[in-house]
C-alpha cells in the first residue's frame, strides 16, 4: 500500500511529538539510569549531559510508523531489528560494551534482514554498458556497508549539532534523488527519521537553554546509520531501481570520506583504526581556529553540496566519470586532512617545546559542547 502524501505528512507530525515527549520523559530519568555523558580529556563539553537524543529519534519513528499501520514486511523488519540496536547502543552508553560484542550483533541484525526480506546490494551499477553484479559477494559486502555507514555517524558525531545535520542532509538527499516522484512504503521510515531529528537537534543545538541539551549518545548514531543504509539499499536495488547505485555514496560522502580517511591515518600511525582521538575533521578545523558553530555550518553545507556534483557528473558525464570523480574526491580529501593534522602536531611539539603556556582552545566554547 503505498500512503498518500497527507498520511506521510500526519505521521511525520506525530514523529516529531512523540521525540519531543519522549525526551521530556527520558532526560529526567537519564541519571538514574546512567545515561549521561561526563567531560574528560577528549570530551570537552561543560557538564554531565543525557545520552538520550538517539533513544528519542527511534520513539518518534517508531510512533509515526505505527500511526500509519501495518505499512510493508521489510520497513517492520528494519524497526524491529533496529530496536535491538537502539538498544545495544544504549547498553554501549552505560557500561562501554566491547567492540566486538557491538559489532557482532550488527552483523547478526543485518543478517536477519537479509535472510527475511531478501533484500541487500546485488548491484553496484552499469558501467560502461555492464552490470556489475555482486553475486554471492552482495551479502558480506552489505553486512561491511550497513555497519560502516553506522559507525560512521557515530564518529562524525563530535560537536553538537553536526551528526544530525548531516543525517537531514543524507535525507534530504534520499528525497530528492530517489523519491521525489513517487513515496512509497520503503521510502517513508527515513522521512519519519528526518521529522524525529528536529526535536533533538533544538535540545542538542542549546535552543531551549544550555541545561536542556541532550547528546545523541551511540543508540543514535545506529538510528540514523542504520536506517540511512537499508533505505540507500531498497531503492537502489529495487525494481525499478528509484536511485542510481552510483549516487548513493554521494548521499552520504562526507561522513564516509571522513571515517575512511581518520581510519586510514590511525592505521600508518600504527594504531587500531577504531581508537578513539580527536582527528575528525571538526576537531581539525577547530584546532586551526574555527570556531564550533562556523565549523558546522561549513561541513553541513560542504556535506550539501556533494550530492548535488555527484548528481551532476552522473547524469552528464556518466557512471565511469561520477566513480572517478568519487575517488578523487576522497583522494584530496584524505591528503587535505592528513596535511592539516600533520601540520597541527608539528605546531604543538613546537608550542610544547618553547612556552609552558597553554594554547586557547575553541572546543572549550560554551555555546557548542565537543566530544
Not at 500500500?1 to 519522549?22: F, Q, R, Y
Not at 560494551?97 to 557482532?104: D, F, G, K
Not at 570520506?257 to 594504531?271: I, K
Request: hydrophobic fraction near 55%; include cysteine; charged fraction near 10%.
Amino acid at each position: 500500500m503505498i500512503p498518500e502524501a497527507h498520511t506521510v505528512l500526519s505521521a511525520c507530525m506525530v514523529s516529531v511529538g512523540a521525540s519531543a515527549l519522549g525526551l521530556c520523559v527520558l532526560v529526567p530519568i537519564s541519571k538514574p539510569c546512567g545515561l549521561l555523558d561526563y567531560p574528560d580529556a577528549r570530551k570537552r563539553h561543560g557538564f554531565a549531559t543525557p545520552l538520550v537524543g538517539g533513544l528519542a529519534i527511534f520513539v518518534g519513528v517508531l510512533a509515526g510508523w505505527l500511526w500509519l499501520g501495518r505499512m510493508d514486511r521489510f520497513g517492520n523488519t528494519v524497526l524491529a531489528t533496529a530496536f535491538v540496536l537502539v538498544a545495544l547502543g544504549a547498553l554501549d552508553d552505560r557500561y562501554n560494551l566491547r567492540v566486538s560484542v557491538r559489532v557482532a550483533v550488527q552483523m547478526a541484525a543485518v543478517l536477519f534482514v537479509i535472510g527475511t526480506t531478501g533484500v541487500y546490494v546485488h548491484s553496484l551499477g552499469t558501467l560502461a554498458g555492464h552490470d556489475l553484479t555482486l553475486g554471492w559477494l552482495g551479502i558480506p559486502f552489505t553486512i561491511v556497508a550497513v555497519i560502516g555507514l553506522i559507525n560512521a555517524f557515530n564518529l562524525m558525531d563530535g560537536i553538537d549539532g553536526l551528526a544530525g545535520c548531516l543525517a537531514l542532509v543524507s535525507v534530504g538527499s534520499i528525497a530528492l534523488f530517489g523519491i521525489s516522484r513517487t513515496v512509497t512504503p520503503l521510502s517513508v521510515i527515513v522521512l519519519l527519521l528526518a521529522a524525529a531529528l528536529y526535536p533533538y537537534l533544538v535540545s542538542n543545538l542549546g535552543m531551549l537553554g544550555r541545561k536542556a541539551k541532550v547528546f545523541l549518545g551511540d543508540a543514535g548514531s545506529v538510528v540514523l546509520g542504520y536506517v540511512i543504509a537499508w533505505t540507500l539499499i531498497v531503492l537502489s536495488q529495487g525494481t525499478p531501481r528509484r536511485i542510481s547505485p552510483g549516487l548513493v555514496l554521494w548521499c552520504v560522502a562526507l561522513p564516509v570520506m571522513d571515517t575512511l580517511a581518520v581510519m586510514l591515518r590511525r592505521m600508518q600511525r600504527g594504531v587500531s583504526p577504531f581508537t578513539a582521538d580527536r582527528t575528525h575533521i571538526h576537531h581539525l578545523l577547530m584546532n586551526a581556529g574555527l570556531e564550533p558553530s562556523r565549523t558546522l555550518v561549513s561541513l553541513v553545507v560542504f556535506a550539501a553540496v556533494l550530492p548535488f556534483v555527484g548528481f551532476v557528473i552522473h547524469g552528464t558525464l556518466g557512471s565511469i566519470a561520477n566513480l572517478i570523480a568519487f575517488a578523487v574526491m576522497l583522494a584530496l580529501w584524505c591528503v587535505f586532512t592528513a596535511r592539516l593534522e600533520r601540520k597541527q602536531r608539528i605546531a604543538q611539539r613546537e608550542s610544547s617545546s618553547t612556552t609552558l603556556a597553554p594554547v586557547p582552545d575553541p572546543a572549550h566554547s560554551e555555546s557548542v559542547s565537543v566530544r
